[in-house]
């Protein structure tokens, strides 16, 4: 059925029903038929030439962005990252921290200060791991530390 021949059908729907509400109720039925109908009426003729659209789509949703209490997280993974693929990086990033984390781990655990007594944190150490985290140790090669010798530098950290 077309669209026209729909709100036509409506229409005449309408007038009948108002015409038989009048009919059987009198004035008061005719009145409230032909309400009846005209807004019948109106709401053919909305929904053929007014469609109902789909509300919008929402928004993409915005990447997630870390929250700042994480920022110096993402600063520690990205140094442990690159030193994997660069020896300087490993040196002036992830050596220095990890360091650090060892001077703290011998002077509270073992009253062992890295700095003034090297030959103690040596031997606690273990001559492996000494030879990258010495407060002397020669520079990195150039490809940088590979992520099983990070590992262990961190699970030497945790159980010393």
Not at 7 to 21: D, E
Not at 31 to 39: C, E, F, P
Not at 112 to 123: C, G, K, Q, S, V
Not at 136 to 157: F, H, K, N, Y
Request: proline share 8%.
């Amino acid at each position: 059925m077309r669209p026209t021949t729909a709100i036509a059908v409506t229409g005449a729907v309408a007038v009948l029903a108002a015409t038989g509400a009048g009919l059987l109720l009198g004035t008061a039925g005719l009145v409230v038929g032909a309400a009846l109908g005209a807004g019948l009426t109106l709401v053919a003729i909305r929904a053929v030439f007014l469609p109902v659209t789909p509300p919008p789509a929402a928004a993409a949703p915005r990447p997630s962005r870390p929250s700042p209490r994480f920022h110096r997280f993402e600063a520690i993974d990205s140094m442990v990252a690159w030193a994997q693929v660069s020896g300087r990086q490993f040196d002036y990033g992830a050596r220095r921290l990890i360091r650090q984390l060892l001077a703290q781990r011998l002077a509270e655990r073992h009253g062992i200060d890295l700095n003034t007594d090297p030959d103690a944190a040596r031997t606690l150490v273990g001559a492996r791991h000494w030879a990258l985290l010495a407060p002397d140790a020669a520079p990195s090669r150039d490809e940088g530390v590979d992520q099983r010798t990070l590992d262990d530098l961190i699970t030497m950290l945790e159980e010393r």
